[in-house]
């Protein structure tokens, strides 16, 4: 789902319950607003939890040995903050729901 996938869904939703009152220009603003509220958050080292939903954290990752892979040569990646997200308990439980309901059921016949 790309971000005007996500402005259209949002749109669309709102359109349903509170009627036709927001156009999809202002839905925009808003889901730009909140992800630019959560690069801001994250940036200033900020954790984010949406109830419901899931957490932004930071996440510092240690100094570690890689490999080029063209050279084969060992390289040094240095220790740095990493974006993370961590879903809810609800989150995780409607996407496995949605995984129960799509994959189908086998009949399965006991041999005798």
């Not at 630019?36 to 899931?54: P, S, T, W």
């Amino acid at each position: 789902m790309t971000k005007a996938d996500l402005v259209e869904k949002v749109t669309a939703t709102i359109a349903r319950t509170a009627g036709p009152m927001i156009s999809k220009k202002d839905c925009a603003r808003v889901v730009d607003a909140f992800l630019e509220a959560v690069k801001e958050a994250l940036a200033d080292q900020h954790n984010i939890e949406i109830r419901g939903f899931g957490t932004f954290k930071i996440r510092n990752r240690k100094t570690r040995m890689a490999r080029n892979p063209r050279t084969g040569e060992p390289v040094e990646v240095a220790a740095r903050p990493v974006p993370v997200f961590k879903p809810s308990k609800e989150l995780r439980a409607v996407v496995a729901e949605a995984e129960a309901a799509q994959t189908p059921q086998r009949n399965i016949i006991p041999v005798q």
